[in-house]
């Protein structure tokens, strides 16, 4: 009886609690050398914004053959990105905050909202907002809590995906076919893409409109089912819509639509033993049954800017659709248990785990500006999220020729519907003393409001159908001095707090009703520069982070729940440099050091005092050159090579005994291209050069009693040789 409940509680767990198996836009535009940003949602150079904040630029993206956050996220400094195989089923981490519980720790925007869950049973740490970069403008990083300007769940910071956004002057043409390559993959990758934009009446209102489509072959076979072969290919297909009527020059209205959708046979994922030995041919599974995984976003969304003069009024108002699908092979977790469930009757058999998850969201922001360039600008504003969630799961139970075992199955259904509401007001001020020293300070608070049932079945579960709820107020603040040494240059300290939802807990005996917030304060100094007539550029910043209240999962009597539990910090440095010795050289670094440990023992996740934090790689780092040249007189053409490196990292705390370590890895990548009359652009490029076997994770599997029984590895992906064919018109 004991196993039993044991194993209830494990499944609980792992259908609740515990990750997958491994403004204005924010945009960007470079304006007389400068790079503009809107981070504090409102237009500034980004040397004179007090946060850390890297910006990807999209044609960069397209140049080097990105297609996914993996690909571009080694050289943002600070920033670590892992999948469990493919794009979507992607943790993303920031300074050291890993989501250590299914919550994400790093907030996701699209323009001007929030996507992505902000409740606890929606696994939003571990299933991330993946777009293709075609249509992008711009990919911002913000590093250190956000929770002033930006909310819930961005303890670690916050990535922005900003679009194109539709030009009211020009009419304008582009697209482009690509072919690439995989290491040992199945055959040719393509992707096709293309962009429209009409003008429809000049200066006052036009329509762009995107579509691409991109498929990628597999590589990854299965040691356990023949037919399993290659079985990691995936297709993404994604297209948008938007609008922008300024029928005055004080009234803007934006509208968008966004749609994508991925579908993927199986996982690129690796298995091991436990000595660390890899499975078949090195680059194989052990599953049974295909790992499916399938993602559909539907994202719309109206901005209004009215220009008062005195004010700027914007309201933004978004509604998303979220739907994803996983299955997985779970045999290894309760398979192999039959004969223990069932005193030796029933030999070992297969698991298949389908993982169906559902998010609604409405998102509605009103906020007033004063005009930039006053001697006090201010902010303030008024939000509010409206969240619907489904989080469904079913365990069935076969026999080893894939018959259902009747006295088993379904070994266990749970469903997990939940909402989620959040009203916050916020506000933000810059002062400016003089030339050279400002003030800038933020204040939030926010309330959020949750319903949850719990309803589950089965051969190893508690029948139940219960109900909870939860409701808890947060204050968030940052304030950050600015001395300006003279108009290009800016030191700066930030002292700024985060906050993630906590939420109504699993229904079990003994355990809690609900989940508290956890929380971060961030200690930061700066300095940002454009040096020596903007021939160097250079940004580095310090740092301490304090996360207290951590979310972890803690059993209770033989069963498992969410709770709160611990303290972290993780400190240390982060920089880029950028030094353009001649006309089109640019040659820049970037790197971090993070040193994020636990500041005292956490016995629910096996942690101790000292420990360092999982996800997360003590160095990480890259190098770039960058070269364009003329080519007669209307051909240029370019050049890039980059390295880009990662050190170890723990899948859990580093006491834990199912503590897996994934190998450093460094990647060498090349790109070049030559544009012909401005129209036509012939690409090449190629990722993993070297085809180095670095790990983005490594993570013990363990069976339903928690005993190890195999590694899985989240591989970088092997050499990839792409060509592309280009146009613009």
């Known amino acids: ?62 140049e080097q053959g990105a297609a996914s956050l993996v690909d571009y996220a080694g050289y943002v400094p600070g920033m670590q990105v892992s999948n469990s195989g493919t794009p979507g089923q992607t943790t993303v981490t920031l300074r050291g905050v890993a989501p250590i519980s299914a919550a994400q720790t790093v907030g996701i925007y699209l323009d001007d909202a929030p996507v992505g869950s902000s409740a606890i049973y929606n696994r939003a740490g571990a299933f991330t907002i993946d777009l293709m970069p075609y249509d992008l403008e711009r990919v911002e990083v913000l590093k250190g809590p956000q929770g002033t300007l930006y909310g ?47 003008p429809i009446v000049e200066d006052k209102l036009a329509i762009s409109g995107s579509f691409a489509w991109r498929s990628t072959p597999g590589w990854v076979d299965s040691i356990n089912n023949p037919a399993l072969e ?41 298995a091991a033993d436990l000595d660390g030995n890899r499975l078949g041919d090195g680059r194989s599974f052990n599953n049974f049954v295909p790992e499916s995984y399938d993602i559909d976003l539907e994202y719309y969304s109206a901005t ?43 030999d070992p058999g297969i698991t298949p785990f389908a993982l169906d998850l559902g998010l609604e969201k409405w998102t509605q922001e009103v906020r007033l500006a004063s005009p930039t360039g006053e001697r006090f600008e201010w902010m303030i504003g008024g939000f509010f999220t409206d969240e619907t969630t489904s ?89 950050s001095p600015q001395i300006h040494l003279n108009e290009n240059a800016m030191l700066y300290g930030r002292v700024a707090t985060g906050y993630r939802p906590g939420g109504p807990n699993v229904i079990v005996p003994n355990v809690p009703p609900s989940v508290d917030a956890d929380r971060m304060t961030n200690y930061e100094v700066g300095f940002k520069g454009d040096l020596a007539d903007r021939m160097i550029s250079l940004d580095i910043a310090a740092f301490w982070m304090d996360w207290t209240d951590i979310q972890v999962v803690r059993a209770f009597g033989g069963v498992s729940g969410g709770a709160n539990g611990g303290r972290a ?51 990480s780092g890259a190098v770039r050159a960058d070269y364009e040249f003329a080519l007669g007189a209307s051909n240029t053409g370019s050049f890039g090579v980059g390295v880009r490196h990662a050190g170890s990292r723990l899948s859990l705390v580093e006491s834990d005994p199912l503590a897996a370590r994934a190998k450093p890895y460094t990647s060498v990548d090349l790109n070049a291209s030559v544009t012909f009359n401005d129209h036509w652009t012939l690409r090449a490029y ?40 280009d146009m613009a018109f």
């Open 304 to 346: 209004i800017d009215y220009d008062f003069g005195p004010v700027v009024l914007t309201s933004a108002t978004t509604y998303s659709e979220t739907q994803s699908r996983q299955l997985q092979d779970a045999s290894y977790a309760f398979g192999v248990l039959f004969p223990l469930l069932t005193g030796g009757a029933i």
């Open 230 to 270: 290659d079985q990691n290919d995936y297709e993404q297909r994604g297209g948008r819509v938007a609008l922008l009527w300024q029928p005055t020059p004080e009234l803007s209205v934006k509208l968008a639509g966004i749609w994508q959708s991925l579908d993927s046979d199986g996982n690129a994922l690796y």
């Open 569 to 619: 910090t993780s400190k240390g440095f982060e920089g880029s440099i950028a030094l353009r010795p001649s006309p089109g050289l640019t040659l820049s670094a970037t790197g971090s050091y993070t040193d994020a440990t636990l500041s005292e023992d956490v016995p629910e996740i096996s942690g101790v005092d000292g420990d360092r934090l999982p996800a997360v790689p003590k160095f």
């Open 391 to 479: 989080n469904t799961q079913l365990v069935r139970s076969f026999d080893m020729d894939g018959n259902p075992i009747a006295a088993l199955d379904p070994l266990a259904t749970v469903g997990l519907p939940a909402t989620y509401k959040e009203y916050a007001v916020f506000g933000n001020g810059t002062y400016k003393f003089s030339d050279m020293f400002d003030i800038t300070a933020g204040l939030r608070w926010a309330r959020n409001e949750q319903t949850f049932r719990q309803i589950s079945e089965g051969a190893i579960v508690p029948s139940a159908n219960d109900p909870g709820e939860s409701a808890e107020s947060v204050w968030t603040f940052s304030v």
């Open 1 to 62: 009886m004991k196993q039993n409940l044991w194993i209830a509680g494990s499944v609980l767990a792992f259908a609740a609690a515990m990750p997958a198996q491994a403004q204005e836009d924010a945009a960007a535009t470079v304006t007389d050398g400068e790079i503009v940003v809107t981070a504090q949602k409102r237009t500034q150079n980004i040397q004179d914004v007090p946060i850390s904040i890297s910006v990807v630029d999209g044609e960069e993206l397209q």
């Open 152 to 198: 819930a769940s961005s303890i670690g910071g916050l990535v922005k995906y900003v679009t194109v956004q539709p030009d009211t002057r020009e009419f304008r043409v582009r697209g482009g076919v690509e072919g690439f390559s995989i290491k040992g993959g199945d055959g040719l990758g393509w992707g096709a893409q293309t962009l429209v934009n009409v």
């Open 686 to 725: 190629a990722r993993n050069l070297l085809d180095n076997e670095g790990e983005m994770g490594r993570t013990t599997m363990a069976d339903g009693l928690n005993q190890p029984s195999f590694l899985a590895i989240s591989p970088l992906q092997p050499r990839t040789i792409g060509l592309a064919v």
